[in-house]
């Protein structure tokens, strides 16, 4: 009886998370060097002069679009500031 209760159970889980659309997000951290740091802007490997320039990267990376939301901005004891932001698929 246990057993049938649990393949139900399962069973009805499988079809409530099925029919829900999920939307993945990511996160960015982009790294502010400060105003004396040229080039100014950090993501991973590549460098930015300004942050629209960032921002637009973030739009458009790895053949797919996003709609972008900074999320948090923090300073570090080494006077850098991250930068977070939320990346949701264009369309999701």
């Known amino acids: 009886m246990k057993i049938q209760f649990l393949?139900?159970?399962v069973f009805?889980?499988?079809l409530t998370v099925?029919?829900?659309?999920?939307?993945i997000k990511s996160y960015a951290h982009v790294t502010d060097e400060g105003p004396n740091a040229y080039?100014?802007?950090r993501y991973g490997s590549?460098?930015?002069n300004n942050i629209n320039?960032?921002?637009?990267?973030l739009k458009t990376m790895n053949d797919q679009t996003y709609d972008?939301?900074?999320i948090e901005e923090k300073?570090?004891?080494y006077g850098d500031t991250k930068i977070t932001y939320e990346l949701t698929p264009t369309g999701k």
């Open 75 to 77: 300073g570090d004891e």
């Open 68 to 70: 972008i939301k900074k």
């Open 39 to 41: 080039p100014r802007y």
């Open 12 to 14: 009805a889980l499988f």
């Open 7 to 9: 393949v139900i159970f």
């Open 46 to 48: 590549k460098y930015f």
């Open 18 to 23: 099925g029919s829900t659309s999920l939307t």
């Open 53 to 57: 320039e960032v921002e637009t990267y």
